[in-house]
C-alpha cells in the first residue's frame, strides 16, 4: 500500500521579517515622494515619473509578500522532501532524504546536540489546519549536504507516516 501525507505549515515571522518590511515602506514612500515632487515641478518628465512610481509601487508590494514562506513536508513511500513557498508564488526544494536512513530522530526537546559541521535545515512553522504540532528533528547524511539536522513541525499523520520506515532502533526509541 502507498503512503503519502503531506503538510503545509507557515513560518512565523520574526523581527527580522518586520524590519525588512518595514525598511521596504520606507523606501518607498521616500521614492514616491522623490517622484511627486519630479511630477509637479518638472512637468516634462512627469509621464515618466508616474510609471516610475507605478513600479515602485509593484516592487514594494513583491518585495513584502516575498518575505511571506510556508514550508511543505511530502511523505512518500519513505522519502520525505521538504519544499519552501515563497509568497505562494515561488516553490523550491530544499532537502529530501529517505526515512531508513534517519540515524536519529525524535521530538526536537530531546535532541541531541550536535557539532558545528552538521548542516542544519530548519523548516519549522504553524500548521495552517489549526492542528497542534510539535518540533521534531531528524539526523541523517544527505548525498551532497553531508551530515544534516532537519528541524520541522509535524503534525501526527506526518509523523505517522514516517514511522513504519524508521530503521528499527529508532521506531523502539519512538515509542519510548
Known amino acids: 500500500m502507498d503512503i503519502f501525507v503531506e503538510q503545509i505549515v507557515k513560518k512565523a515571522p520574526n523581527g527580522k521579517d518586520t524590519a525588512k518590511k ?8 521616500l521614492l514616491a515622494a522623490v517622484l511627486a515632487f ?20 509593484y516592487g514594494s508590494y513583491y518585495l513584502i509578500t516575498g518575505i511571506d514562506v510556508e514550508y511543505e513536508y511530502i511523505v512518500t513511500n519513505g522519502e520525505m522532501d521538504i ?3 515563497i509568497a505562494k ?10 526515512v531508513s536512513s534517519f540515524e536519529a530522530f525524535g521530538k526536537y526537546a ?3 546536540d550536535i557539532d558545528s559541521s552538521v548542516t542544519i535545515v530548519s523548516a519549522v512553522g504553524t500548521s495552517l489546519s489549526g492542528v497542534e504540532t510539535e518540533e521534531w528533528y531528524a539526523d541523517f547524511t544527505h548525498p551532497s ?4 539536522r532537519l528541524i520541522f513541525s509535524a503534525e501526527d499523520k506526518v509523523i505517522e507516516a514516517i514511522r ?13
Not at 549536504?145 to 544534516?148: I, P
Request: charged letters at 20%; one cysteine or more.
Open 110 to 112: 530531546d535532541a541531541p
Open 38 to 57: 519630479v511630477m509637479m515641478f518638472m512637468p516634462a518628465f512627469s509621464g515618466v515619473a508616474l510609471l516610475l512610481l507605478f513600479g515602485v509601487m
Open 89 to 98: 508564488r515561488k516553490r523550491s526544494r530544499l532537502i529530501t532524504g529517505k
Open 164 to 176: 513504519p520506515f524508521l530503521p528499527r532502533q529508532l521506531k523502539v526509541n519512538l515509542n519510548k
Open 83 to 85: 519544499d519552501k513557498i
Open 22 to 29: 518595514v525598511l521596504i515602506v520606507l523606501c518607498t514612500c
Open 145 to 148: 549536504a553531508g551530515k544534516v
